[in-house]
Structures are given as C-alpha cells and as structure tokens.
C-alpha cells in the first residue's frame, strides 16, 4: 500500500516548455486534490475531482489543467511553464466528503528559469 | 469568506519548554472541520488531528493537545515539553461541507503555517 505518490520528484523547465506531473494513489480514494505551495503562502489549491472524470477549479487554476481519466490517477499539466509556477505541488487524495483527512503525496519541487 | 491565519509565522523554543501554536479561522458555516498537518524539514505533510465544530471537547495526544473555542473561532495547538523533533511547519486548515453539499469536494483552506524550531 503505497498511498500516494507523485511523479517526478524533482523537475527544471525552461519557461515556455510543457509538462505533466502524475499522482497515483491506491486507496480507493472518490477526491484528488493539487496545491501548491509558496513560502509564506501555506498550501493554496489549484484543481481538485471528486471522480473519476471529473475536474473543478481550486483557487489558483490559470496556468494549469488537470484530468482525472482513471480513479486512481490525477494529472497536472502546465502547458507554457512560467517562472511564477516555481513551486512545490502537492497532490492529495480522501474517501468522499469534507470531513475527512487528507492523505498527502511526498510533493514535486519544480524550478522554472 | 472562509480564511484561516497563523499569526506566528516563526517560533523558536528551546528543548523541554511548552509552545502554543495559534489558528484563528473564519466561517460563515455552523458546521465546519478543522486539520492540523505537520510538515516535517523531510518535506511531507503529516495529518495531526481533525475536530468538527460541534465537537468543543479539548484533545490530548501525548505531548500534543488542542484547544478548540468557537466563541473565539481558535484552534490552537500546544506541544509540552518541545523535542528537537518537533521541529517542523504546522498548518492549521479548515474545510466546510457545504461544499461537499454541491459536490465541491471537500476544499482545505490552509493557513499560512507556522515554522517551529526547538533547540537543544
């Protein structure tokens, strides 16, 4: 049981260049959830889905777009990195409603020169 | 609108002394959830605890205990007798369910995180 993990852990892009950052988890989880993370900013959420192919908009979404084919994958995609994308994201993951924890992945720290 | 502050932003303790981490939240909902997540230097995010709003009962976990008061909408967290390993960023986070209620998935509204360093 891995819980939730995230690919890559670490990535630089040059602004302009695409990507796409891959969360799995193995918990049978309805909710996935992307943050962000900014010093001095606690965690701010970009997209988050609430099934399997669906996908809503967080509180910082321009930039981003997000797919949620499978139920147990959450992709975040940048299509024209920006240096304001520097950041640590974070993807999380919890069974169904708002009371519940989240279980979090490790984070992929992201440069963008 | 929903907002959560940790007016700390750095705390610096030495071993042994106790420490209040403080969380003041914002609602418009009766009901609401509120989280406590550590973040160790690793880098991960350690869920603590969760208390509902209905649920004004203090919790004592160890050295870890929280006081939750709605009359002053806080929810601060105290650590006794601080250990190098608590040296961390905690983050207090809030979640309403009416936004489950039109399926908006349970959203996490963290505060800004409050960076603890215990010395030896």
Request: proline share 4%; charged share 20%; net charge neutral.
């Amino acid at each position: 049981n891995a819980g939730v993990t995230q690919t890559p852990k670490f990535r630089v892009l040059k602004t302009g260049q695409s990507m796409t950052l891959l969360c799995a988890q193995d918990m049978n989880h309805e909710y996935m959830y992307w943050y962000r993370q900014d010093p001095g900013m606690g965690l701010r959420l970009i997209h988050y889905s609430v099934g399997e192919g669906t996908t809503a908009k967080g509180e910082v979404p321009d930039g981003y777009n997000v797919s949620r084919l499978k139920k147990q994958n959450f992709l975040l995609g940048l299509e024209s990195a920006a240096p304001s994308q520097t950041s640590v994201y974070f993807c999380a993951s919890t069974v169904q409603g708002s009371s519940r924890e989240q279980y979090f992945g490790p984070g992929t720290r992201l440069t963008v020169t | 609108a929903q907002k959560v502050t940790q007016a700390q932003t750095e705390i610096s303790v030495v071993e042994k002394e106790d420490v209040t981490l403080d969380c003041v939240y914002e609602t418009r909902d009766t009901t609401y959830y509120l989280f406590w997540y550590k973040q160790p230097p690793s880098g991960e995010l350690v869920f603590l605890i969760r208390r509902n709003s209905f649920d004004e009962q203090n919790e004592i976990s160890g050295r870890y205990s929280w006081n939750f008061q709605k009359s002053t909408s806080s929810f601060n967290f105290t650590i006794t007798a601080s250990q190098v390993v608590d040296s961390a960023v905690y983050f207090c986070a809030l979640s309403e369910p009416t936004l489950m209620i039109y399926n908006q998935g349970g959203k996490l509204i963290f505060g800004q995180g409050t960076e603890l360093s215990v010395k030896p």
